[in-house]
């Protein structure tokens, strides 16, 4: 293994285990290299991406979001987190674990909620200056039993309603995971596809020997 960075994230529908998965990954990797270990998620990782996570996030009822400014508000995130976090890990040879990130605005803002794929792109290059990660990681899973999962991790119907992206249709959801599929057929060279409908340590497992070819870790 060399001494460069690595850009990984983990990508998903709604209730794939994401957010598990990439401490646990994040953890073994601080007990098998002497690397710095970076976790984060998008959108998030800077004080205004942050910031605007709340806004992305939660429900307002007064007003809702457009498609259109939640993809320009992700551009945002993106653009932050670019400058201020990952390209900066990755000069110093940090490995960044990310929960989402450009490829899930495609796939949300895109081919979910109807907006031109092509632009999409656009804004999401524009954003982060054609950084793209080095291995996506993607946790396929079918999309109601993602949606049970979702339902119990928060707690109940109430707080779901609350999350601007968990209470969407099972409709919207299944575009997701199609729209993952889409993109991940079209990068294969980046993504790697991972059954998440296994035990959390299968699931981390098979993320594990996925993650030790790329760095070399063998």
């Not at 400014?69 to 993106?78: D, I, P, R």
């Not at 919207?172 to 596809?193: S, T, W």
């Amino acid at each position: 293994m060399d001494n460069r960075g690595c850009f990984i994230t983990l990508e998903g529908g709604e209730g794939v285990g994401k957010t598990t998965q990439l401490r646990k990954l994040a953890d073994r990797l601080r007990l098998e290299t002497n690397r710095e270990i970076i976790p984060t998620r998008s959108p998030g990782g800077t004080v205004i991406a942050e910031s605007i996570r709340d806004i992305l996030k939660q429900r307002n009822r007064e007003e809702d979001l457009l498609p259109e400014s939640e993809l320009l508000l992700f551009g945002v995130c993106h653009s932050q987190m670019s400058e201020k976090l990952i390209r900066p890990a990755l000069a110093r040879g940090a490995i960044l674990l990310s929960d989402r990130f450009t490829d899930s605005t495609l796939v949300y803002q895109g081919y979910a909620r109807g907006l031109s794929a092509d632009f999409v792109r656009q804004i999401n290059s524009f954003s982060c200056r054609g950084l793209k990660p080095d291995l996506t990681i993607l946790l396929d899973l079918d999309p109601e039993t993602g949606f049970r999962r979702t339902g119990l991790r928060a707690g109940n119907a109430e707080n779901m309603q609350e999350d601007r992206f968990d209470s969407e249709s099972m409709e919207f959801h299944q575009k997701v995971r199609n729209g993952f599929l889409a993109i991940a057929a079209m990068e294969a060279e980046r993504f790697v596809i991972i059954d998440a409908s296994g035990s959390i340590e299968e699931v981390h497992q098979h993320i594990w020997e996925t993650v030790r070819a790329k760095l070399g870790l063998l």
